[in-house]
T-cell receptor, first 113, second 112 residues
């Protein structure tokens, strides 16, 4: 079945460590790609998006993601995490035939001060 | 900023009750969505609407229906609530595929 996979369910890092969260998808064609973040008790917020152009996209709060078409991947990175980055992160894909987003199961990030 | 407002943050309902979850967006978006969020399962699409009175089933429509009588409002209806519908329900709206979706704060529904 077509899907969005986030292999890391829970990641624990110390402050200042580097972060990389994996996202792979299985939809063909031209897809739109997104990372969302959900801070504790808050609504889902868009971190960054990719739909064309430079495959390295920069988002809010120092996050970036790289689209690698050959690997069907859109991994999220941040060079140095902060305690305030503790949240759940969701990768989402919009396939060419759909108006809606398909989400991964999420990765919970805990940053230890 | 786009604002998507869900009428309740928390709801407790009894098994068999008819439940209405309301969502309003203020940006004249064509598309509106209802997702449910469960731990370990991510977000799953229940229904979406691409225009007034138009609706499409998502991945898990069973036990739910929707109503969109006005462009800004999209309602999710649980015809007869069951305990397995205890979940977080998220409403979203979007203007274009490549822009993604904007989410409301969610309604945590508990069915007892």
């Amino acid at each position: 079945a077509q899907s969005v996979s986030q292999h890391n369910h829970h990641v624990i890092l110390s402050e200042a460590a580097s972060l990389e969260l994996g996202c792979n998808y299985s939809y063909g064609g031209t897809v739109n790609l997104f990372w969302y973040v959900q801070y504790p008790g808050q609504h889902l917020q868009l971190l960054l998006k990719y739909f064309s152009g430079d495959p390295l996209v920069k988002g809010i709060k120092g996050f970036e993601a790289e689209f690698i078409k050959s690997k069907f991947s859109f991994n999220l990175r941040k060079p140095s995490v902060q305690w305030s980055d503790t949240a759940e992160y969701f990768c989402a894909v919009n396939p060419p035939w759909a108006n809606n987003l398909f989400f991964g199961t999420g990765t919970r990030l805990t940053v230890i001060p | 900023d786009v604002k998507v407002t869900q009428s309740s943050r928390y709801l407790v309902k009894r098994t068999g009750e008819k439940v209405f979850l309301e969502c309003v967006q203020d940006m004249d978006h064509e598309n509106m969505f209802w997702y449910r969020q469960d731990p370990g399962l991510g977000l799953r699409l229940i229904y979406f609407s691409y225009d007034v009175k138009m609706k499409e089933k998502g991945d898990i429509p069973e036990g739910y229906s929707v109503s969109r009588e006005k462009k800004e409002r999209f309602s999710l209806i649980l015809e007869s609530a069951s305990t397995n519908q205890t979940s977080m329900y998220l409403c979203a709206s979007s203007i274009a595929r490549q822009e993604g979706a904007f989410f409301g704060q969610g309604t945590r529904l508990t069915v007892v």
